[in-house]
């Protein structure tokens, strides 16, 4: 089956997952990324990549900082940017998703951002675009959030510079996160030997160890000798439900802290995409401290996102 | 009486309706339109003529399809945009509209692009800003809406390049469209020598036969050997109410269906203001089939509201 | 202690509040707020002082009006411009106002117009922000809104040219009003010798003589030979409370008519802050009057605007 993602040259045409995407493909974006901060990772610069073309940030799901993301990294690449929220328009008005899509593409949409609560709504969305316009998947449902997971590969390879001799926990609620699933795809896609979840049982997929990773249900025994912790955000709205005991209880068991740390390398890093409940899947003194590279995941993510769209904008196919 | 819409040397000041628009200006408006396509039509070019200008959507009604199509006319001409969602704000802290109004001149908008419910809104704004202040109604109430109808004129001179040989027809809600109503002014000025209006007596206004057209009630009738079939949208909330028997009954008796098509020109062309209800007021098969130039009409909506704007920006009354 | 709106080399790092702010400075952003401007004071020019830098406008608390002023006077700067309603967003996901600071900076923002319902948040959050990032208050529960009085100060400045033969009279809601505070400071810190507050005793601060002013309950009194008037805006929301009897009375007493205008000098001028309540706090005739400069206050809010961002821009502290 044809990759949705490629254009017939083998370029990267939309971005929905991190699943099946080549590691050619995968290196190429954090090759980029880096060309556009500076010596010490902390500056961004503007540059003309994308001026004279659209990029359409279509939320049908309320996102604040995912969709600022996107607005940041399209400006600081000289794009017009038109944000939409459809949530509160045209859907309410009975008109097919579809149709939206259609409207907006003849309005010369060059790039769409989309996030929406729909698992597979981006590749829907891709299949049915003009060939000169690409998608970029900002999260749907609970299947895929792309730009996250290749960020977090960013930041990972910013700090431990190599993948193939990675030992990586992914902590919390896998069971409802697609950043879970686009992380455990790219660790794969780049070669870490060792992945890991950790998570109670309620807050995981029944075949998860099919993705190919490792499960554990005890954070002691999990953490051991890793080199990266990735914490998920646990939803609000799972807090109430009855997959949980209690927050309290929750933190007591799979919260972050000083002391379950420990048990990682001493030079282990924690990251979390945020935004953060301290205090219940991570304490504040691990979020604040030595080993929390959290704030440069949010630096580096501006970086991934115009990697990826100027990669988007050059394909030739 | 003087024309609200032109200044002293006869230029265009605001576009508030099409009624009353000399024909010179409706067709420099569309020669502009032209300018701003390339050749194949399908390209929309980036221009500078607004640098350095402040366009101001400023929507009293929410409408985030019409508001989008101002935005990216706005930023294609170079000019700096500002959003107002104005329903959710000053108006609700008391604030007359002329006050709005006259602070957002104050700030030394160029231009005002107004969404507003109550009919005569935007000639009432026109009226009250500064001399070098320009307005385009973007819709009021049930009374104009004059880039939509000038932008359906481009559509159908695209197509069927002369106007004095057509026969036109206007198919449903008659008596709550502002477009009907912009349409027909358009359609008349141009020299469109046959234009029909098709609806059930319930949704035409009681006097419309005085705007010059002719009125069926039957679509077998209405459609024989129509050029053009302009289909108008049904509002949700009148399909709830006594106006209508039920969606199936409508759909029936006056859903555009390509059994009923078959009636017009074997090379009419089909249009929608959008969004569309399909299945109500047009069957999928006719939306999407051969005869619709539905999706030309909003790329061609953005060049036509570029040259609007830049017709608007230039005038030096 | 040291000035937290100042950098070491006492330049203007962060603009928090009027209280404090050095004499050189405030006048340092009046005389450049002045070369925004041409000759007559109307148009307001568009320069690159702020190209490649990215301006976030976050506000907690909803104000289109106030968001829209930054965003023009950014715009005009060439910088991007970012619209963050936080209200709706992050915090409602359990993020602390610190993270989603931390976060915001971390997407390489150089500057924060923050508007936000505590007071003493714009402080805290420039507090913590990095070294080369800079904050502007925006309005901060009742405590300041530095840019308001900045403005009125120009507005002043414009149009009697000094500040130390003056007698302005500050008229109403003294209590909730942080423009009030703000005001007071500046014309204080200026050399106003004369500062009157006029106002009903329930809509005073227990110890308002504490802050230099004169205190007057009597509008015929207070009035008498003063320069200049500063309207407050009655909020409405203390008009259905009980510290008001009602808006008829509250108009009677305290809403400035012609007739009580008469008391002032006869150059006297009148501004308000905006949105008015007509009827309220001021009769139509006044608003709309020979003595009212309130639609200048909003073109040099613009300049004045530009004028902050600029300085704090050019900080190199």
Known sequence: MKNPQLNKNGELQHLLTTEGLPVKIV????????????????????????????????????????????????????????????????????ETLLDTVGNLCAMHADMFVVRHAQSGAAHFIARHVAPDVHVINAGDGRHAHPTQALLDMFTIRHYKKEFHNLRVAIVGDVLHSRVARSQIHALTTLGVPEVRVIAPKTLLPTMVANLGVQVYHDMAQGLRDVDV??????????????????????????????????????????????????????????????????LSQVTFGIAVRMAVMSMLAGAKG
Do not use: W
Request: hydrophobic fraction near 40%; charge should be positive.
């Open 27 to 94: 290196r190429d974006i954090l090759d980029r990324a880096a060309t556009f901060l500076d010596a010490g990772g902390r500056e961004i610069k503007k540059v003309p990549l994308l001026h004279g073309k659209s990029v359409f940030n279509v939320f049908f799901e309320n996102s604040t900082r995912t969709r600022t993301t996107f607005e940041i990294a399209a400006k600081r690449l000289s794009a017009d940017v038109v944000n939409l929220n459809i949530g509160s328009s045209s859907t309410s008005k009975g």
């Open 229 to 294: 912790v990735l914490m998920l955000r646990l939803q609000n709205e799972r807090m109430q439900g009855a997959a949980l005991p209690s927050a309290q209880e929750y933190f007591k068991n799979y919260g972050l802290t000083e002391e379950k740390l420990a048990r990682a390398k001493p030079d282990a890093i924690v990251m979390h995409p945020g935004p953060m409940n301290r205090g219940i899947e991570i304490d504040s003194c691990v979020a604040d401290g030595a080993h929390s590279v959290i």
